[in-house]
């Protein structure tokens, strides 16, 4: 089992849906990032939580310390979201272990 | 936020011949400096943590004299490739952290192809 686990690992919405991205990890941590990844390949990091919640635009991250689990919601969806969302969480130092991540399609 | 970029951002090489990548951070000093690579459709694997000035640690199963670390500045780490091989085709992933900081600043990426 890996220590970070994302669900789903494929995601298909049309334009303006609710989405819903899950990491569940199994270790402690300092704190939880997630990240963007588009078919480019370069990455950017979208939040970086050790607590609570927190907002950018259109995008919203939770984190439950104690249900060890983050979730990455992304309000009225649009194509230019689609990318592959990575859950990665900081144990040590700034070493990151991340999840296997999500590809999101949002189809207009 | 802070920036890294990585040069080249893709490069084709022939079978045995060395490749350099850099990583650099442009607007902060990098103590650490991490390399990734990264294979189609899975997650970036840590090949290796360079703190300036010191050895690059390595992962478990990365060969350190295929895979040569310098971080030689507070701005700037290179990977080498040596005597590549057509299987180190990759994407190649660099971060960097600030001092006294503990978040990773990702660089766009290098594209190896090696043929």
């Known amino acids: 089992k890996n220590e970070v686990e994302q669900s789903p690992q494929n995601l298909t919405a049309q334009e303006g849906e609710f989405i819903t991205i899950n990491c569940s990890y199994s270790v402690g941590i300092s704190a939880l990032h997630w990240l963007q990844q588009h078919p480019g390949g370069g990455i950017v990091s979208l939040f970086m939580l050790s607590s609570g919640k927190k907002k950018h635009g259109r995008l919203i991250a939770t984190i439950n310390i104690q249900e060890k689990h983050s979730s990455l919601h992304i309000t009225a969806s649009h194509p230019r979201d689609s990318a592959v969302y990575i859950c990665a969480v900081r144990t040590s130092g700034s070493r990151l272990t991340f999840g296997e991540g999500t590809q999101l399609t949002v189809n207009p | 936020g802070a920036v890294v970029s990585q040069h080249p951002s893709r490069v084709i090489c022939k079978s045995g011949t060395s490749v350099k990548i850099e990583c650099r951070s442009l607007d902060f000093q990098a103590t650490t400096m991490f390399w990734y690579r990264q294979f189609p459709k899975q997650s970036l694997m840590l090949m290796a943590t360079?703190?300036?000035?010191?050895?690059?640690?390595?992962e478990q199963g990365v060969e350190k004299d295929k895979f040569l670390i310098n971080h030689a500045s507070l701005t700037l780490s290179t990977l080498t490739v040596t005597s590549a091989h057509p299987e180190d085709s990759s994407f190649y992933i660099c971060?960097?952290?600030?001092?006294?900081?503990?978040?990773?600043?990702f660089g766009p990426g290098t594209r190896l192809t090696v043929t």
């Open positions: 971060s960097a952290v600030g001092q006294g900081h503990y978040e990773q600043y």
């Open positions: 360079s703190n300036e000035g010191s050895k690059a640690t390595y």
